[in-house]
């Protein structure tokens, strides 16, 4: 595969940070006291009623409680007043309101964007869970079907493939248990992708491994330097939390993912208030919100978005004028990967979505029964393709 290289181009910054290190966060903020945690789990009972009225106004006044509530479907529209910054939350949230567009169904439109693809380069990008594999109650079981794994494996077949995911990357491995594929995990804080000397030379965190076949790959973690951080809070988050019922906190290898689908909305408060407090410890981490669920990440500039970035220039597409890539997810951590493609004018995101809502992508399938039948016809159009060729 070739494997040429070039300088990333940059996207929009997260949180701009002044004194950055290499890793674009606080040098004076680098050392981590002991001192700091653990929090008692006493403190926090199930309904909350141990928390003082004060702390409860913070989370309400903030508007986190109904970030958390409208973070995933049944959708309900922000409670008025509630536009205050909570200071380690990204508020960000999926955003319910009258200034959500319409975006049009890739399988509707998929001949406008194979027009696009016509004599291109084109590359596959996919999100996991709420794409490839259903929403479930329990991650654990977020597992995909047979037939979207051969649609995949189909896919892979004719173009570079590489799934981008929040959990930790041996997770995904293992649900997806495809080996021609690239894996991008904890929101692409670790990546394998095809051995580059150049990519080693260029990046300080990339370093030469081996797959699970033994074959030669370079390894990506910018976070590195993160993984006590974070072994730490996760245990310290399951800790404080093991009275909750239904919260499940899961430990992605370079992000922590609480998620409280399956716990009581009467409880909802008080994990909002946990996780505040333990990531208010750590002025190197900060929170986002998925679907029904509160990720704790590294203070770092790298996205969804940088991986697509970084994937493009390990395949060798960076310096091509003739790449066209899709993007299909349904998290807002996928829109800095739309926003990539749409800025770069290199392709279309693809929002996985049964409502609308504001999105960079281009395009929108309602669920990973669409997700599948979008790449089947990708497949087909591709050996249709060939074939057409072969007869000339
Ligand atoms: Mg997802």
């Known amino acids: 595969m070739d494997l040429k290289s070039s300088h990333l181009s940059s996207v929009p910054a997260e949180p701009v940070i002044p004194n950055k290190s290499r890793l674009g966060t606080q040098s004076s903020l680098l050392t981590y006291s002991q001192q700091d945690l653990p929090l008692s789990p006493g403190k926090y009972s199930r309904t909350g009623s141990r928390k003082s009225a004060a702390s409860l106004d913070d989370v309400r006044s903030n508007g986190w409680l109904d970030a958390m509530m409208a973070s995933s479907p049944p959708k309900k529209k922000p409670l008025k007043g509630s536009n205050a910054q909570f200071s380690s939350i990204d508020f960000t949230v999926e955003d319910y309101t009258s200034s959500m567009v319409d975006h049009p169904s890739a399988l509707d439109y998929f001949d406008k964007i194979i027009d696009g693809a016509k004599n291109k380069k084109v590359a596959v990008f996919l999100d996991y869970d709420g794409t490839l594999s259903p929403i479930v109650d329990n991650p654990d079981c977020a597992f995909m079907s047979e037939d979207m794994r051969a649609t995949v494996r189909s896919v892979a077949s004719y173009f570079p493939t590489a799934i981008i995911s929040g959990r930790s990357r041996d997770k995904?491995?293992?649900?997806?248990?495809?080996?021609?594929?690239?894996?991008?995990?904890?929101?692409?804080?670790?990546?394998?992708?095809?051995?580059?000397?150049?990519?080693?030379?260029?990046?300080?965190?990339?370093?030469?491994?081996?797959?699970?076949?033994?074959?030669?790959?370079?390894?990506?973690?910018?976070?590195?330097?993160?993984l006590p951080m974070i072994d730490e809070v996760f245990k310290t988050l399951v800790d404080i939390t093991r009275d909750i019922e239904g919260v499940k906190v899961e430990n992605h290898k370079f992000c922590v993912s609480v998620h409280y689908r399956n716990v009581n909305e009467n409880n909802w408060t008080t994990i909002g208030q946990i996780v505040h407090d333990v990531v208010k410890k750590y002025p190197r981490l900060r929170s986002t919100h998925g679907r029904k669920v509160l990720d704790i990440r590294p203070v770092i500039d790298w996205n969804k978005g940088k991986a697509v970035e970084f994937l493009h220039e390990s395949l060798g597409l960076n310096d091509r004028d003739d790449v066209f890539s899709i993007y299909i997810g349904d998290d807002k951590t996928d829109e800095d990967a739309f926003k990539v493609l749409r800025e770069s004018n290199r392709g279309y995101g693809i929002l996985v979505s049964s409502v609308k809502k504001e999105s960079n992508a281009f395009f929108s399938l309602e669920d990973p029964t669409e997700v599948m039948k979008f790449l089947q016809l990708l497949v087909k159009w591709k050996r249709q393709g060939e074939r057409n060729t072969s007869e000339l």
């Open 172 to 226: 995904v491995f293992d649900l997806v248990k495809l080996t021609d594929l690239y894996y991008a995990g904890s929101h692409g804080m670790d990546i394998i992708c095809p051995f580059s000397q150049t990519l080693s030379n260029n990046h300080p965190s990339c370093v030469k491994s081996t797959d699970h076949q033994g074959k030669e790959i370079t390894l990506f973690q910018p976070a590195t330097e993160f």
